[in-house]
Every structure is written in structure tokens, then in C-alpha cells.
């Protein structure tokens, strides 16, 4: 199918598709003798699982790892394991920091409401940020 079916099928982008295969995710399509790409029906499947990995919070380079592996004829389940711990850890601490940026945000909003205005120096800007 023509890269145009393709990016409709798997609702995207051409211009994703060309940088999905500039960049490995996809292997280069064979070519029509106009020299239009030429992709098989499995490419959607391969678009699907690059998705979904994105939807993990996995980056296109870990997802390259992934496909790779599956690429060699081997299953890369061991691997995405291992990713998705990590990610599970990043996650955590993702959440650690928002809760501490919380707290100091809600703590110079509490401090921004019992100050007068008329106090404030000209040179501090806000003495709240």
C-alpha cells in the first residue's frame, strides 16, 4: 500500500511515516517502478506496537530497541520488562517532584496573601518567586 493508505490506516501522518523509517522504526518499503514506497500490510501492526510503546512513555529510541530485537528473530519480552521497570521508576520520581514543587508553590501562594503590596521593594520584583 501507498504511504498516503498507510498513514490513513494507521491514523498518521506521511510525513511520521518518512521519519518512522528515516530513523529505523520502519524498514524501508520495497518500490513501485514510479518509485512510489510500497508497504507491506504488516506496517500497520508495526505503526500499532510503535503507538502503544509511545503510550507507555517509552521514547522512539527504546522502542527501536524493542523492535531490533524482534527483528532478529528473537522475543524481546526479558527487555521490555526491564523498560518498563525503569519507566515505572521515572514515573515515581516524576511524581515525587511534582509533589514537591507542590508544596513550594502552595506555600509561596499561602505567603503571596499576607503580605501588603505597599511593602514590596522595587528591586526584588516579587518577593514571592
Known amino acids: 500500500m501507498r504511504i498516503g493508505e498507510l498513514a490513513a490506516t494507521a491514523g498518521t501522518t506521511p510525513?511520521?511515516?518518512?521519519?518512522?523509517?528515516?530513523?529505523?522504526?520502519?524498514?524501508?518499503?520495497?518500490?513501485?517502478?514510479?518509485?512510489?514506497?510500497?508497504?507491506?500490510?504488516?506496517?500497520?501492526?508495526?505503526?500499532?506496537?510503535?503507538?502503544?510503546?509511545?503510550?507507555?512513555?517509552?521514547?522512539?529510541?527504546?522502542?527501536?530497541?524493542?523492535?531490533?530485537?524482534?527483528d532478529d528473530g528473537q522475543a524481546p519480552c526479558a527487555h521490555v520488562d526491564t523498560l518498563l521497570v525503569t519507566r515505572l521508576d521515572e514515573i515515581d520520581q516524576q511524581i515525587a517532584d511534582l509533589l514537591q514543587l507542590r508544596q513550594t508553590v502552595t506555600q509561596l501562594q499561602t505567603a503571596s496573601r499576607t503580605v501588603d503590596p505597599a511593602t514590596c521593594q522595587a528591586e526584588t520584583i516579587c518577593r514571592y518567586l
Open 15 to 70: 510525513k511520521t511515516l518518512r521519519y518512522y523509517e528515516s530513523v529505523g522504526l520502519l524498514p524501508p518499503p520495497q518500490r513501485t517502478l514510479n518509485g512510489y514506497r510500497d508497504y507491506p500490510e504488516h506496517a500497520i501492526s508495526r505503526i500499532d506496537f510503535i503507538r502503544r510503546g509511545q503510550s507507555a512513555g517509552l521514547s522512539l529510541a527504546r522502542i527501536g530497541e524493542i523492535l531490533r530485537i524482534r
